[in-house]
């Protein structure tokens, strides 16, 4: 057996325990965005840092800048002279659950159903921060050191759009410089066949609200006179997009980069049958694609923006009665084509709404953060070894892949560390429902990443050289 198969058998022989670490940090509601758990974010980040030190990481601690949440940092530096250090990221915070009725099982207690891991935080993104934990000690158990030096990061506020990691990143340089950087919070192409991640969508988001009146009027009083403010907001929102679904705000697709013709050619699997895609994502029968159906699928996801209205407030139906709402707001979330500028896009989109707000109701709008979209060039040695390492995990090779989604601490990692190559993969794969209802983790995959994580380690300290 060589070095790395023997690591490779200990992430099998590990794979119970990993299992039930992964529970237990699912059982803590990490919720970032929610201030009430606040304390929660707290424990996770302790939970996190128990498992990075009881599988050998060095110098784990928390760390934050200002009112961050916590992040968890830790390291293992002992490798041979000109050994690259590789940075792994994952982040140990979660969406909110969404509606919990809509569970087949508590959001918060981790329950097996065919194969699949369910629970927050299953996918995205605590089996990161595990597999990273499970890489690092199947070499420490098996060989009493690594191929390469690692520095581990575990963000503890990805899910609210990393609002200090650059202010993190350059106030901890020093204990955070590295040659290469594994970014754990991506996903696989589809169940079995591993992803590398090179390009993902940007991000805008703004509240706006619109008001008709101090405060509800009787529908019987005012009705045919006073406008509704929730019909105001439906027709609002609906001039936002044409009849195909794509974007209608003036001047949105200015900035759109053009992909390449080898951005363009069309992917196997994929864009040959848009309608599986659909099923696969679980589009109701009947239900229609939207966007410009002359560009292909994987463009419209990857490369071009959308709109999605994320939530609305008026009166709920439990409790209404005929009145008049007073006012009415909805929050908008733009995924962002390569090229734009969140801060253009945002403009664009305020001068759009004050035009079109109907019969002269008083209009509130409140930019929300953004982040633009990120792309690189996906050559070189080090994703010439992520591909090996994913072959070698998965027994196939990986896809290379553009994301629809946005992951905005991928921008500020680049910046901050000058152009070092960043891999992105991870554990979700297109039916793990990250962010949704019933988020699930495939485990069979993830086991094989943890054993790509493992092949991964090797390649890159034969490939990639420590910077001088
Ligand atoms: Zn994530």
């Not at 030190?53 to 760390?63: K, P, Q």
């Not at 053009?258 to 050619?265: C, D, K, M």
């Not at 410009?292 to 939530?311: C, M, Q, Y």
Request: aromatic residues 4%.
């Amino acid at each position: 057996m060589t070095a790395v198969d023997d690591a490779v058998a200990a992430v099998d022989a590990g794979q119970d325990r990993a299992r039930a670490e992964l529970e237990a940090l699912v059982r803590i509601p990490s919720i970032s965005a929610d201030p009430d758990h606040r304390d929660d974010v707290h424990s996770s980040a302790e939970a996190t840092a128990d498992l990075l030190r009881a599988h050998g990481l060095e110098s784990v601690r928390l760390a934050n800048v200002g009112s961050s949440h916590p992040y968890v940092i830790g390291e293992w530096m002992h490798a041979d002279a000109g050994a690259p250090t590789v940075l792994l990221y994952a982040h140990h915070d979660v969406q909110p659950p969404g509606i919990v009725d809509n569970w087949e099982s508590d959001p918060f207690e981790p329950a097996e159903r065919g194969g699949r891991l369910y629970g927050r935080g299953s996918a995205d993104d605590k089996a990161g921060a595990v597999a990273h934990a499970h890489a690092v000690a199947a070499w420490l158990s098996t060989r009493g050191g690594l191929p390469c030096n690692v520095r581990v990061l575990v963000e503890g506020e990805e899910e609210i759009g990393s609002p200090t990691l650059h202010a993190f990143l350059e106030a901890h340089a020093n204990e955070l410089r590295s040659d290469v950087l594994v970014l754990a919070d991506a996903g696989n192409w589809k169940v079995g066949v591993p992803g590398l991640t090179y390009s993902l969508r940007g991000l805008a988001a703004a509240d706006i609200e619109v008001r008709a009146l101090d405060g509800p009027v009787h529908s019987g009083m005012a009705g045919g006179a006073v406008p509704d403010p929730a019909m105001a907001l439906a027709r609002l929102l609906s001039s936002l997009v044409d009849e195909r679904g794509d974007l209608a705000i003036d001047g949105v697709w200015e900035d759109v980069r053009s992909p390449t013709e080898q951005e363009q050619a069309p992917i196997p699997g994929l864009d040959g049958d848009p309608s599986a895609f659909g099923r696969s994502i679980g589009l109701r029968p009947g239900v229609e694609l939207v966007g410009d159906p002359a560009k292909t699928l994987h463009e419209r996801l990857w490369f071009r923006p959308s709109l999605t209205v994320i939530g609305i407030d008026t009166h709920p139906i439990k409790g209404s009665s005929n009145q008049i709402v007073a006012r009415a707001s909805a929050r908008l979330s733009l995924r962002l084509a390569p090229g734009e500028e969140p801060d253009r896009v945002i403009e664009q989109l305020r001068a759009h709404v004050e035009q079109h707000v109907p019969w002269g109701l008083e209009l509130r709008f409140r930019a929300l953060e953004g982040a633009p979209a990120w792309q690189t060039d996906p050559t070189g040695p080090a994703f010439d070894a992520a591909r090996r390492a994913l072959r070698a995990g998965f027994g196939t090779d990986p896809v290379l892949m553009g994301v629809g989604g946005s992951i905005p601490f991928v921008g500020p990692f680049a910046d901050a560390f000058g152009g070092i190559p960043a891999l992105l993969l991870g554990p979700a794969d297109p039916q793990s429902r990250i962010h949704g209802e019933n988020e699930s983790l495939h485990l069979g995959d993830w086991r094989s990443l943890i054993a790509s994580e493992v092949h991964l380690l090797s390649e890159l300290a034969v490939s990639v050289r420590a910077r001088a």
